[in-house]
């Protein structure tokens, strides 16, 4: 866990310095936008991996010990000044309100996405739905058909 929890304060790193030397020297957003999605996965990573440790059951590891949450208080912290700092930095280079766009397209993407993933869920179930329904009527065809089957031989075999 520590180790997950080092990679996403290591990749916020890594990508605010990224940032920081081609800031000045890029023409356009494109040019940083893989550390700026690397800086938003090293967040993620980092308060996901806290959210986590805090989910387990108790007694495993140390997770209630002063270190481990010091640790993720202070790598939480880091990863919120790192998107602050960028955020500042892409204002200052791009123009006041870029960075707000980027969380608000960021935000956009993430809810269609969501939706999407629940369109998709709800159209798998609708499609088990069918299918099931489908095999209930195949199983009451073939029941009728041998229940037919059935008392015609009763009637002509057994009853003549």
Not at 27 to 45: K, P, Q, T, W, Y
Not at 49 to 71: I, M, T, W, Y
Not at 135 to 152: E, P, S, T
Request: a neutral charge; proline letters at 1%.
């Amino acid at each position: 866990m520590i180790a997950e929890t080092l990679a996403g304060i290591a990749l916020v790193k890594q990508s605010v310095d990224f940032i920081k030397s081609q800031i000045d020297t890029c023409n356009d957003i494109s040019a940083i936008a893989g550390s700026i999605d690397g800086l938003f996965r090293g967040v993620d990573e980092t308060n996901q991996n806290r959210n986590k440790k805090a989910q387990k059951a108790p007694g495993l590891a140390d997770q209630f010990g002063v270190e481990s949450v010091a640790q993720e208080m202070i790598d939480a912290k880091l990863a919120q000044e790192k998107l602050q700092e960028v955020a500042q930095m892409v204002d200052m280079r791009f123009g006041p309100g870029t960075w707000k766009s980027i969380l608000a397209e960021r935000a956009k993407r993430i809810q269609e996405h969501k939706e999407e993933v629940a369109r998709i869920k709800k159209q798998k179930l609708k499609e088990q739905a069918e299918f099931w329904e489908q095999m209930k009527m195949m199983m009451i065809i073939v029941l009728a058909i041998l229940l037919g089957g059935g008392a015609m031989i009763y009637v002509l075999y057994i009853a003549a």
